[in-house]
């Protein structure tokens, strides 16, 4: 069982999960080495192997393909479980969700290699998935995140995202919706669409710029390649995402990963959505985006010890990079 612990000496929250030590690395080493299978028949995310899953929540079809496209099922190792009833101490009881998504019924694929109709339904089933979380009695915060890689943390090769539903806001979103509501109290401005707004002006991070998307090198990116794909319409929570948002997120999302491909070659990356908010406090001050972030860097004991991040690639370099390696 898992615990949400607060440090009593600095105030910083950690989830001690100790079940999620069982999980199978052994894998993911194999994985770089060898020839991938479309279908591997020891990993548990491929058909014919469903006996391994611990349940099928949900699955999504396309009306232009047989079979199923993608498929949610329970973590085997939750960060943070749901009990029947809201515990009346969330935190120590480790009340949450903890989902996985399988992207594709293909074992040989990432993202950026999936057919539009197979990537669309996965940005479908994130969007439908993270509603859900959100509705969940007793969760103020959906996480939902990808690792790729064994670098970025991914236990298994097969192309998948998870879904964190949190009891509480955690303080990195905590700190960037108060960041943005100081900002729209002060200048009755969304900050991200202020940014937004700028950065296309000043051309010098720009990687592309689509109807619905400009995709970015942030100012201050944390990471080298660090691309920030930011909805150009202001809207607060990634649940408001309409149809054609969706369908053009997984447009952008492909030529994103295809770019850092092109540029880099494989390599371990994680996506992380900032969710945003659906507060209606936050509305006029929050602005969801999804965020790729390679992992061409280790943090060491500076950033260990200060929380600050030292990115040894310059954003404006990275972006003119990024937009040269397409197709
Ligand atoms: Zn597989
Ligand atoms: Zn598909
Ligand atoms: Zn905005």
Not at 8 to 30: C, F, K, M, Q
Not at 315 to 324: G, M, S, V
Request: charge should be negative.
């Amino acid at each position: 069982m898992s615990e949400i612990r607060q440090d009593r000496t600095n105030g910083e929250w950690v989830i001690i999960a100790p079940s999620r030590g069982e999980r199978p690395h052994a894998r993911v080493l194999a994985d770089a080495k060898t020839p991938r299978l479309a279908i591997d028949p020891l990993c548990p995310f491929c058909p014919g192997n469903e006996d391994q899953l611990p349940a099928i929540i949900d699955e999504y079809s396309s009306p232009e393909a047989p079979g199923w496209h993608t498929r949610v099922i329970p973590n085997k190792f939750p960060v943070l479980s749901t009990a029947r009833q809201v515990p009346s101490d969330r935190l120590q009881s480790g009340y949450g969700n903890h989902e996985v998504i399988i992207e594709t019924p293909r074992h040989d694929i990432d993202f950026a290699d999936m057919s539009a109709d197979c990537s669309e339904a996965v940005v479908r089933t994130w969007h439908h998935r993270f509603g859900a979380a959100l509705a969940i009695p007793g969760i103020e915060a959906v996480m939902l995140f990808r690792n790729r890689g064994n670098l970025a943390g991914a236990s298994l090769g097969h192309a998948h995202s998870q879904i964190v539903a949190l009891p509480f806001v955690p303080p990195r979103l905590r700190s960037t919706l108060d960041w943005e509501y100081a900002h729209f109290q002060t200048s009755g401005k969304c900050v991200v669409c202020e940014e937004t707004e700028r950065e296309l002006e000043s051309g010098k991070r720009v990687i592309e710029c689509t109807e619905r998307y400009a995709i970015l090198t942030p100012f201050a990116a944390q990471r080298p390649y660090e691309q920030w794909i930011v909805p150009r319409r202001h809207t607060p929570s990634f649940a408001m995402a309409n149809a054609d948002d969706l369908a053009a997120l997984s447009d952008t999302l492909q030529n994103a990963l295809a770019r850092l491909r092109n540029a880099k070659g494989e390599l371990s990356y994680n996506l992380v959505l900032e969710p945003g908010s659906l507060d209606s406090e936050f509305a006029p001050a929050a602005h969801w985006s999804l965020r790729v972030v390679p992992h061409l860097t280790n943090p060491g004991g500076f950033e260990l010890g200060t929380g600050m991040v030292i990115n040894p690639s310059s954003p404006e370099r990275d972006a003119l990079h990024l937009a040269q390696s397409w197709g």
